[in-house]
C-alpha cells in the first residue's frame, strides 16, 4: 500500500522559514513526478511545486525565488523548503506523487494519483 506522509509544518513569523517533508513508502518514486500542493481555507488547492525525472523543477509563480523542491531518492523523499514566509503562505500543504515520469502539465493534480495527508503552515504578521 503506497502511503506519502507529510511532516514539518508549524507556527512562524512572517518572514522566517520551515522545511517540509514527504516520505514515501509501498513503492518506489525516483523516477516519477512529485509535488507539493497547499490548500488555505475557504479556497481552492493550488499547485506549489513539482520535480520530475532529469532534475526538473517547476514552481507557482507565487513562490518562485522563495520555495525550493528537492529529493532524496534513496530515501523515497521530497521535501519543501519554505523561505521568506508570509502570511498568505498560510495553508495546508499536500505531497503528492504520480505513476508517470514525463509529464507535461506537471501543476494539474489529476495527474498525481497519491496525496499525503497534509501538513499545515501558519504565517503570523
Known amino acids: 500500500q503506497v502511503q506519502l506522509v507529510e511532516s514539518g509544518g508549524g507556527l512562524v513569523q512572517a518572514g522566517g522559514s520551515l522545511r517540509l517533508s514527504c516520505a514515501a513508502s509501498?513503492?518506489?518514486?525516483?523516477?516519477?513526478?512529485m509535488a507539493w500542493f497547499r490548500q488555505a481555507p475557504g479556497k481552492e488547492r493550488e499547485f506549489v511545486a513539482s520535480?520530475?525525472?532529469?532534475?526538473?523543477?517547476y514552481y507557482a509563480p507565487s513562490v518562485k525565488g522563495r520555495f525550493t523542491i528537492s529529493r532524496d531518492n534513496a530515501e523515497n523523499m521530497v521535501y519543501l523548503l519554505l523561505n521568506s514566509l508570509k502570511p498568505e503562505d498560510t495553508a495546508v500543504y499536500y505531497c503528492?506523487?504520480?505513476?508517470?515520469?514525463?509529464?507535461?502539465?506537471?501543476?494539474?493534480?489529476?495527474?498525481?494519483?497519491?496525496w499525503g495527508q497534509g501538513t499545515q503552515v501558519t504565517v503570523s504578521s
Open positions: 503528492a506523487a504520480s505513476t508517470l515520469e514525463v509529464v507535461v502539465t506537471t501543476w494539474d493534480p489529476d495527474i498525481y494519483d497519491y
Open positions: 509501498g513503492r518506489t518514486f525516483s523516477g516519477n513526478a
Open positions: 520535480s520530475w525525472s532529469g532534475g526538473n523543477t
